[in-house]
């Protein structure tokens, strides 16, 4: 009998799947320390963005069943 792979949960609460199929996470880096940056600087930091494509084949071990 096979094993079930175990998602990380950590991972699933801050990565989302799209409908093609992409992973989709927030930026880091707007939590402190942000009176240095500038205004649009702060404001792309809001934007979501997409995985890397170097990082999307450990995604799919990370999150087998999203």
């Known amino acids: 009998m096979k094993h079930k792979m175990k998602t990380v ?4 609460k801050r990565i989302k799947k799209t ?3 992409k992973y ?8 402190h ?3 240095c940056k500038s205004r649009g600087c702060k404001r792309r930091l809001h934007t979501q963005t ?7 084949k450990r995604m799919k071990q990370l999150l087998p069943y999203t």
């Open 50 to 56: 997409e995985v890397d494509e170097t990082m999307t």
């Open 24 to 31: 989709i996470h927030r930026h880091g880096g707007t939590s």
């Open 33 to 35: 320390n942000n009176g």
């Open 9 to 12: 949960r950590a991972l699933k």
């Open 19 to 21: 409908a093609s199929g």
